[in-house]
């Protein structure tokens, strides 16, 4: 995908994110079969996988925290707009963790489903003691100077998710559910979860949300270019990977605590993001 797989905020609650992953194989589960044309047969069973997307981020602003440092605030939403429901079933697999192996649940259109397991984990937020489990690197944010992306980044600090229906699309696919399926993330005493996000519903995070900032102390004023991916390690199966990411352009003066939005776009951003061969001649 040529995207960027860094996960800088590894530390704190989740030094886990990467010991956790416990070496798990990902066991993909087969699509139905096709045939030459690419046509599904007539009574195959096939897999509704769910699609997630960014959608444009939102209530951008400069702000100084109590410690002096400016942040820049970002509202971010993550839309699915798959044919199936994106659900994740996580397990305590030993209670005395504070974490728990996930699984993903796909659905299918003969009413069935099935489960793959992942290397994901759900971790509990010791941090802000919100009493909940959410999903580790489920979205990464990176701000990096426009056009530079291989310079130093500033990341989000918000590293796990608490992933369930926000509010309903505006114009939803057809398989959406009248009203939300997924709306709690546990708590304290759980020892297995379901979250998810439903087709036409998003999962927001609201610029007041814990940890929906990146530190720009030390950013000069400038153009950067604000970085989003959804399952940036690639742990869930979607019907569609292309379309995980959304960057924003935006104009940032820290000391006066402004910042202007500039454009905003789905092809492929961050670090390490292949540059594109030069046109041919005469193009």
Known sequence: MGIARRVKACAAVVTLCVVLAWQATAVWAASGPTTSSGIVPAGTVTDLLPDLQVAPFYDLSLVTAPNGHVRLRIGTTTLNVGAGPFEADGV????????????????????????????SVMADDLLHQQKQYQIVNFMTVDLYKANHPELDEFGMRKIAYCVRDGAQMASPPDASPPDPVYTSCGNRSSTSVTMGISVGYGEDNPTTGKDQWIDVTDAAKGK????????????FEQSDTTND??????????????????????????????VPPPPAPGH
């Open 224 to 235: 950067y270019r604000i970085c989003a991916t959804v399952d940036p390690l690639g742990q």
């Open 92 to 119: 305590m697999v030993d209670p005395n963790d504070d974490y728990m192996v996930v699984r993903q649940r796909i659905y299918d259109s003969a009413a069935g489903s099935h489960t793959r397991r992942t290397p």
């Open 245 to 274: 990411q959304r960057w924003t352009d935006v104009r940032i003066n820290p000391a006066a605590l402004t910042v202007k939005v500039l454009a905003t776009g789905t092809d492929a951003c961050g670090p390490n993001v292949p």
